[in-house]
């Protein structure tokens, strides 16, 4: 008999290095090894037992939703589930692995690097860690137990943190405890105003990365049985996008107990949903449920900036959602070459190149993007309208306004001025670049949101 394993896995994809391989999440490959055991009540009925896992570096083909092993580098260890961090830059994939920080090369499959971590201020847990673009460094939770003389648990602190991927060494960031646990719901960074994202099932709670402190918090309202699940940051429009989930229960009585009842779980409905970092405010974008199964908790969640869609699994099969309607655009059965799951997906498009715009821990905003340039952008982000201020006087040019994508969205000339202000209510949420066609300014960014 074949055992059967229910989970809500995370999803997260990662998108490949290679322009032939843009539809392509990264991820690890899990392969569980079995053995056959005779039930020793009931001799004619045998059932499975799990022996053994190896795990290897793979790609997922989001279009046709089958996972290729990258080489043939297969390992015996346990995965920590809580955290991986892929490396644009160096073409890596980081992941915890047994009581080891493994670097993985993109390209071939085969381990670069494997350090014990280790925390000067007390032995810590490692947890929710993501790679930030803006400064190439690992992010992520060190927490530790707290005991008594006698031995006895009587706690938890909680550190915002970053890890050296070479020696295994964590520096807290926080110079206290920030909290004590963390929810299963994913985590993100805002690269641009180093903001550390994770869920603590009753709120998102944004963390300073230049100080660890708390930089914001979201409330999640919880009626209804309804929570946000499989968060993650979109570079496209400064949003985090993850799933509203609800579950429905009946209520049944205890047959040893009449006077108690017991809840079961009967279904799961979950929707795409989206957070604006700079209101908090909770939008569902799907107007109907994506699947009725839930999603899967190992495996995470990836977006391609370039469609605007939002990647999840379910376990089975792989799910494209359109960011802009909340609709499935692709569902595809999850296929191997060598193995069972595909856990922990990241990908590349999302948030390759992001600079700091929030410069220090004094600044709250993207205003201070460039202190010393020679025009400043306010508000950044902003909704309906942009001011460009000028160091000095600009005589008659050409303003020019680009998508991420090189594209140009916006022109407009201009007489001699020293202040501009541009109606951004026709800008679709986003990021943008700014320059002039007769002028040797640096571009400069700014955020439209919705």
Known sequence: MKKIVALFLVNLFIFSVNAQDENMLYGIVRKNFYSYQTDPVDTSFTFEVFDSATVTLGKLNTLTGFVENIGNNAASYAVNLTGAALNPYTNSYLFFGGNQFITLDLNSGIIENQVTLSNPNGESYFDNFRFNNSDSTVYGLARRNQYNAMGSFIGAEMFLSKLNAQTGEIQQISQS???????????????????????????????????????????????????????????????????????????????????FGLQNLDSTSIKLAKINTTTGEIVAISANPLAAGGFSINASSAIDPNTMTYYFSTGNNVLGVSMITGEITENNNLSFQNGDYFDLMRNIGNCKDASKARLNSNTNNLDEINASSDFQLFPNPTKNELNIVFENNVSSDEILITNQFGQIVFKKAISESKMIQLDTQSFSSGMYYITFRNQSFKPQKFIVVD
């Open 177 to 259: 405890s920030i909290g004590n646990g963390f929810a299963y719901s994913g985590s993100a960074i805002d690269p641009y105003q180093m903001v550390y994202y994770y869920s603590i099932g009753s709120a998102i709670v944004g963390l300073d990365m230049y100080n660890g402190e708390i930089y914001s918090s979201f409330p999640i309202p919880l009626s209804d049985n309804i929570m946000f699940d499989n968060f993650t940051y979109s570079c496209a429009d400064s949003s985090l996008y993850g799933l509203l989930r609800q579950n429905f229960y009946t209520t049944v009585t205890d047959s040893l107990d009449p006077m």
